[in-house]
């Protein structure tokens, strides 16, 4: 499939997506789904306090990892330093 298809389907899938978020779906006699909004706002107050929580996680594992090479970089100082 060509590239400016797929950019042309995944274009016509965000507009979608952001018109059924705001607006629903009706069509009289058919099909009527209220806008989806509100379970937006539902999923997003879900996922906040995990991804805080995972770069907590992130941050202290970084931090912990430079401590650790900050340590064997001053173990080599020394051992290169007896060598002299």
């Known amino acids: 499939m060509h590239p400016i298809i797929k950019v042309i389907i995944g274009a016509i899938l965000v507009i979608g997506s952001v018109y059924y978020i705001i ?7 058919v099909l009527k789904i209220k806008p989806a909004i509100s379970d937006v706002k539902i999923v997003i107050n879900g996922i906040i306090p995990p991804l805080v929580f ?31």
């Open 23 to 29: 607006n629903g779906i009706d069509m009289p006699g």
């Open 54 to 84: 995972l770069l907590g996680i992130f941050i202290i594992w970084l931090e912990l990892d430079e401590l650790r090479i900050e340590k064997e970089l001053k173990t080599e100082e020394r051992r290169a330093r007896k060598r002299k």
